[in-house]
């Protein structure tokens, strides 16, 4: 990209963090072929937080849509959601999810993220999970990032059919097949 002008560049900055609110400072200094320091000040000007700070903003935006959990009941951070629909979570695998031998994060973390995604999907006040078949594909280390990704595939009644596919930085590390169950009243 040929180098801008820093009126045009603040212009491109403030579209592209919209669109795309977790680019980091390096991303977007790659981007725009100028130093992180330059997109630090960039932001600095625009009032446009760090990348930690954007991710909460979205994350705390979604979970204000789920209906079926609580906030202190979901794994993960809801980075995106559309009840009835699909969503997007996030989870840091820290050092107290892991075993202390060999460092691989304790498989109910996993499963945990991806079940409370799921059920964040159902637009009911009260949902269960009925059914879930699990696939652990690769182990997961300390230190990884997961995007788990949920989308209803069917739904019957008060049964949503519901697909989660979770992925560290490389690969898919998990997925799962859940019914989960509306309880709440049909009128």
Do not use: C
């Not at 991710?55 to 079926?68: G, L, S």
């Not at 009260?126 to 182990?139: C, D, E, M």
């Amino acid at each position: 990209m040929a180098r801008l002008k820093k009126k045009e560049r603040h212009e491109i900055l403030v579209r592209q963090v919209q669109d795309k609110p977790f680019l980091t400072d390096e991303e977007l200094a790659g981007l725009f072929g100028v130093s992180i320091q330059t997109i630090r000040l960039d932001r600095m000007e625009l009032g446009i937080p760090e990348v930690r700070e954007r991710i909460r903003q979205v994350a705390e935006k979604a979970q204000n849509n789920i209906t079926a959990l609580e906030k202190t009941e979901v794994v993960g951070d809801v980075i995106d959601l559309e009840r009835g629909h699909s969503g997007i979570s996030l989870l840091k695998i820290t050092e107290d999810m892991v075993f202390a031998r060999n460092k691989i994060a304790k498989g109910h973390y996993i499963f945990s993220q991806a079940n409370s995604l799921a059920l964040a999907l159902i637009d009911s006040p009260l949902a269960v999970t009925g059914v879930a078949n699990i696939k652990y594909k690769v182990p997961v280390k300390v230190g990884e990032m997961l995007i788990a990704k949920a989308e209803v595939i069917k739904q019957r009644s008060n049964k949503f059919f519901v697909w989660v596919k979770t992925r560290n930085e490389k690969q898919e590390v998990f997925r799962a097949k859940f019914i989960m169950v509306s309880l709440a009243e049909v009128n």
